[in-house]
């Protein structure tokens, strides 16, 4: 485990959340240039999810049958060329393809690295792997943002477009002299239609994968929802402004990087089923917390019930991601893709259900974050009532 590897990792990981929150500083400027509403550049959102979730189902199978190496140069590529595509649009349409292309490249990256975590490490190692490429996938969200914001206030909106370009350039040449190919050919999985259909159906159903990937994807859904709605809590509500509300995202980076670097430890001590559902329970006492207050929110009160979510979230999403993944080798790529289009669908349900609800941001926020770690818990039981009797790492 070298700090190449790791960064290699980290970066693939961070990718996706970088790519989706560091335009939203900047949808003024766009609006302004493009000539589009508000409400009408919320598609270049909705349009990433739906390419990210879905085109981690594709890429998944192929990289286990064909292996890491090209999918991720591919993908990279991919995402460079989206983001080009992006930075020189000049209508709402072109910057919704460029958007398409750049998600597509991005779910190559965020599959394979927790793919290829699970090729290269085990146990107590994986767990370590995993929390720190975790970290980065959560900080992303919060650091971005702020950079979106420095960037289109300096250089204009385009210019976030080529930076995260660059990025992705530089991630791809790290990865091409840093790294080999992970999944060798004695490994790797026949590829047709049918057996990948039939494969993701026995995932689906299988108990090792569903219930720990269920709980990871309700509580990581609340993060993005977090992101969603924060905004509108927090600016329009408690009456931060706009930098002031990056430097909070920025702010809660602290929490989630103490958490992933807790987890591994924690769970050497007491196993990682039994911190897994400490997590969970974390989580839910953060949306209790919110739900508490809501009549009333105030800015410690706000931030206080969010605390306890993202210490909860960064405990389980590690920890659940390293029991899902385990008993998987051989499919590495194919569970990280589900689980990942999982994620990402939890994600676009949560950020949807929260601007549709008929309610205060903070009151939906409240609901969804409460339901989804309950239904966690839920979820997370069956695991947590499985582990091993002297369990220490799987």
């Known amino acids: 485990m070298t700090g190449g590897i790791l960064f290699l990792l980290a970066g693939l990981a961070a990718l996706g959340a970088l790519a989706t929150n560091i335009i939203l500083p900047a949808f003024p400027g766009i609006g302004a240039d493009l000539g589009v509403s508000s409400q009408g550049l919320g598609m270049t959102l909705s349009s990433f999810f739906v390419a990210f979730a879905l085109g981690q189902l594709f890429v998944g199978p192929l990289s286990d049958r064909f292996g890491r190496k090209w ?14 595509l992006c930075a020189i649009a000049d209508t709402l349409a072109f910057l919704v393809l460029g958007r398409v292309v750049q998600a597509l490249g991005a779910s190559a990256a965020v599959v394979l690295s927790r793919a290829i975590a699970r090729d290269l490490f085990e146990g107590d190692a994986l767990t370590r792997a995993l929390a720190l490429t975790m970290i980065a996938m959560a900080a992303a969200p919060g650091f971005s943002p702020l950079l979106g914001s420095t960037l289109d206030s300096l250089f204009g909106w385009r210019t976030i477009f080529l930076v995260v370009a660059a990025l992705g350039t530089a991630l791809a040449l790290h990865y091409g002299t840093g790294a080999g190919e992970t999944h060798p050919p004695e490994r790797r999985t026949n590829l ?16 090792r994968f569903l219930f720990p990937a269920v709980s990871v994807s309700l509580v990581i859904g609340g993060l993005y929802t977090f992101f969603a709605a924060a905004p509108a809590i927090l600016m329009d509500q408690l009456g931060l402004t706009a930098f002031q509300l990056g430097l909070y995202f920025a702010s809660t980076v602290v929490i989630v990087f103490a ?6 430890r924690l769970a050497r001590r007491w196993g990682q089923h039994t911190i897994g559902m400490v997590g969970v329970s974390i989580a839910l006492a953060g949306g209790l917390t919110l739900f508490a207050f809501d009549a009333a929110p105030g800015f410690m009160s706000f931030t206080t019930a969010i605390g306890l979510y993202l210490l909860g979230m960064g405990l389980i999403n590690p920890l659940g991601t390293a029991i899902t993944l385990h008993p998987f080798g051989n499919q590495a790529g194919l ?19 929260a601007s549709m609800l008929p309610l205060q941001p903070s009151a939906s926020l409240a609901i969804i974050l409460t339901t989804g770690s309950a239904l966690a818990l839920a979820a997370f039981l069956p695991v947590a009532l499985r582990q091993p009797k002297a369990e220490a790492t799987i």
Do not use: E, K
């Not at 999918?71 to 080009?84: I, N, Y």
């Not at 958490?259 to 591994?264: D, Q």
């Not at 990280?336 to 990402?344: T, Y």
């Open 71 to 84: 999918m991720v140069l591919g993908g990279l590529a991919v995402f460079v060329a989206g983001s080009v």
């Open 192 to 207: 047709t239609v049918s057996t990948v259909t039939s494969a993701y159906g026995r995932l689906a159903i299988d108990p």
């Open 259 to 264: 958490a992933g670097l807790l987890a591994p």
């Open 335 to 353: 569970a990280s893709a589900l689980l990942g289009f999982l994620q990402m669908g939890c994600a676009a349900i949560g950020a949807s259900l």
